[in-house]
């Protein structure tokens, strides 16, 4: 709704004065909030469909309730950019997701208003209800608010939440932003069975009978037509979550001030847990995302007036498109292959798959235990299952990889993409765990190629074996080695030697193989890819250690309980007493920015590695081997 109205949101500074606000100026500021979202998404890239689907909702929220006193939990929080906005970050938002710039997710430590960090899905309620409890153990009179959407609602742990507050006396709100889409289009029994239900003969005759008396009044029958429109929340969702223990309302716009308002205020006035049901658009207001909301998700920058361009050139072909390409070319050479993905079906490379092998593909929802697991008993049946999962959501189903991969020792792959840092999307997309805390784990294995061909190669060699083994590849494109389309495999738990040099031997786990080569020609020293962090090649680090003064090793990973602890060990396991630098990630979390611009503030490009090196075995002196020392005890 254009208006003539002089702009509101440029006199925002938080949302108390919004409070004050007529219905008609709430209007106008949720246009200028929307605008103000697409204009900053174009400029720096960001999530964009999510954020233009809750304008209304979060113009409404902070209009009804008194934050930051009251608490609003967003989850996963790709949808906070109009919450931001509306909470004293407007000019700060040309930084989004740059180095030294506002995060993309909510943070505590960004702001006030930001009640908890959110980035991964299905968390808010838990959170919540935790805030509400505690407000009323300390008797502090505060309402709390979780927003989470219908994909996020299909994890369990958001059900668990559910289950724990419907016998808890507090100010909770749980609203279900209802968009029919998370990332992916939504999969799952509760879906199927609201479109069953509304395509079945109870509901019709219903529908029909209702329709022939109402007829008679035309302004009851036109409430009727639109009451119908949402009639499926009516009958399961009401039945589902009162059995929870939840007042259910809605559903009801998303995008209508003038219902989300009065419901809202109502809700606040009521005790107990309450749930409202809001069906939004994704993309809402930008014609473009909203008819391609995935491909406008999280787009990089691009002109709001034209919409997102292919490049003049192609892109240089991607890790996560090598193991699409693989995945499909694998499955026509074995009957045997499932490809599982727990709903990052594009972010994944799963797409062709799901195509060509539409039997054979699973996506199970937000629900990275479930996913491990169920891969766990296809593979008790003789299926070979790959699992493609991003680092940081393997982590959400560390048990299930221990407890029922691992320990029965299943012929799993798990295709882990976004190993490393990811850069815009920052610590909590990072995956740099995965090595220290897969190494631990008996019968699993880690491979880590250096580019896109070795991808193609080593998760072929994954796939060979009898036993659970996780390929690890970063995000985007890598040095750009194309791989070759037949299904070659490389040694198991075997690297080689790249470069001959002197003095130092640089062991390179990943990508980070090739600003080692770089760093080792200024150096003159040896590099080693050593492509697997477990098992390790041993003889070849026992060859190479005999023959230099000093060892580096390099990873894209975390240092403690990284690769290169694996090295250290395996030194002190044979008496080799050497030298060793390890470098990688430290003991923080790296904050979000260009992944380029990170690994450089990390020392981990080809500049980074030479000049810590140097400082380290400057050339002027020997490196001696520390010498054993005697250490006394008092009697």
Not at 228 to 247: D, R, S, W, Y
Request: proline share 6%; charged share 20%; aromatic share 6%.
């Amino acid at each position: 709704m254009k208006t003539n109205m002089a702009p509101l949101l440029p006199t925002l500074h938080d949302p108390s004065a919004l409070r004050h606000f007529d219905r008609a100026q709430l209007k106008q500021l949720a246009d200028e909030v929307r605008d103000c979202v697409l204009d900053n998404v174009s400029r720096t890239g960001g999530h964009l469909s999510s954020n233009l689907g809750t304008v209304e909702l979060t113009v409404a929220l902070h209009h009804v309730f008194n934050t930051p006193h009251d608490r609003l939990v967003w989850d996963v929080g790709h949808q906070t950019y109009p919450h931001k906005i509306l909470t004293g970050r407007r000019e700060r938002m040309p930084t989004l997701r740059q180095l030294g710039g506002l995060s993309g997710f909510p943070q505590r430590g960004e702001s006030e208003y930001d009640t908890f960090g959110t980035a991964h899905s299905s968390t808010s309620i838990s959170a919540a209800l935790g805030m509400a409890m505690a407000a009323r153990q300390k008797g502090e009179d505060r309402h709390s608010v979780a927003i989470i959407g219908d994909g996020a609602l299909t994890a369990g742990m958001a059900f668990e939440a559910l289950n724990n507050a419907g016998v808890c006396d507090c100010k909770l709100l749980v609203i279900l932003n209802d968009n029919d889409m998370s990332i992916s289009p939504p999969v799952g029994a509760l879906n199927r069975y609201l479109a069953q239900l509304m395509s079945g003969q109870f509901y019709a005759a219903a529908k029909n009978a209702g329709k022939s008396v109402l007829r008679k009044a035309p302004p009851l029958f036109e409430f009727a037509k639109r009451f119908e429109q949402h009639a499926k929340g009516m009958v399961v969702p009401a039945t589902l979550f009162e059995k929870f223990g939840f007042n259910y309302v809605g559903p009801i716009d998303g995008h209508d001030l003038d219902s989300l308002i009065p419901t809202l205020e109502n809700l606040k006035h009521l005790e107990g847990p309450q749930f409202l049901h809001v069906v939004t658009k994704k993309g809402q207001g930008y014609k473009l995302a909203e008819a391609d909301p995935v491909a406008y998700h999280g787009p990089g920058k691009f002109d709001p007036s034209v919409g997102l361009v292919k490049p003049a050139t192609a892109p240089k072909q991607t890790f996560t498109q090598v193991f699409g390409q693989w995945l499909c070319d694998m499955a026509s050479h074995d009957g045997r292959l499932v490809g599982i993905t727990p709903a990052m079906r594009e972010g994944s490379g799963m797409v062709e798959f799901e195509k060509r092998f539409p039997n054979r593909y699973y996506d199970v929802g937000i629900a990275e235990q479930h996913a491990v697991t169920f891969a766990a008993g296809l593979a008790c049946e003789g299926l070979k299952p790959v699992v493609a999962i991003y680092s940081t959501f393997l982590q959400r189903a560390y048990d299930q990889m221990i407890h029922d991969v691992a320990i029965q020792n299943l012929p799993v792959v798990f295709a882990l993409d976004r190993a490393g840092l990811v850069g815009a999307d920052g610590a909590t997309h990072a995956g740099a765990y995965d090595i220290p805390f897969m190494r631990c784990i008996p019968n699993m294995s880690i491979a880590c190629p250096a580019d896109e061909a070795e991808c193609r190669q080593l998760l072929t060699t994954a796939y060979q074996q009898n036993h659970p083994v996780a390929v690890r590849y970063p995000r985007g494109a890598g040095a750009g080695v194309m791989p070759h389309l037949t299904l070659d495999a490389l040694p198991f738990g075997k690297g080689e030697i790249r470069r001959n040099g002197e003095r130092i031997a640089i062991l390179a786990f990943g990508t980070l193989l090739h600003p080692a080569l770089q760093a080792a020609e200024a150096l003159n020293a040896t590099v080693v890819n050593m492509r697997w962090a477990k098992p390790l090649d041993v003889a070849l680090l026992l060859r190479v250690a005999a023959s230099h003064e000093a060892i580096v090793t390099v990873e894209e990973g975390a240092i403690m309980g990284g690769a290169g602890s694996a090295v250290t060990e395996a030194l002190n396991a044979a008496g080799v007493l050497k030298p060793v630098l390890q470098l990688g990630l430290p003991d923080q979390f790296i904050e979000h920015g260009d992944p380029a611009k990170l690994l450089a503030l990390q020392g981990l490009d080809a500049a980074g590695i030479e000049a810590r090196i140097r400082a380290r075995f400057p050339r002027e002196q020997r490196v001696q081997s520390p010498a054993p020392s005697l250490v006394q005890f008092p009697r």
